[in-house]
């Protein structure tokens, strides 16, 4: 088989440089405040909506088709703001 189609949350891809991960939130679930050192990050609202902070002191509202890309040595935190389903790719530095 040439494409592999995953659907589920959790983590669906884990390559020697990057991983991939499929998150799905309920309405007021939260995204606890931690970073990835050592990566770069690519964060993409596929369904519903998202408050976002980095450091605690910058906030995203993120809608479907939103992309955010961080370096993993800030701190992210946030919230679902309706039922959502994010990706999050990251990519080693």
Not at 12 to 19: A, T, V
Not at 20 to 39: F, S, T
Not at 54 to 63: A, G, M, P, R, S
């Amino acid at each position: 088989m040439l494409g592999n189609v995953k659907n589920e949350a959790g983590l669906l891809f884990n390559k020697g440089n990057f991983k991939l991960v499929k998150k799905v939130l309920k309405k007021d679930e939260k995204i606890a405040k931690h970073n990835h050192e050592n990566e770069e990050i690519i964060f993409t609202v596929l369904k519903g909506k998202m408050e976002i902070f980095l450091n605690e002191i910058e906030k995203h509202i993120l809608v479907p088709g939103d992309i955010l890309h961080f370096d993993g040595v800030n701190f992210i935190n946030g919230a679902a703001l309706e039922d959502s389903e994010v990706s999050v790719t990251l990519i080693k530095k």
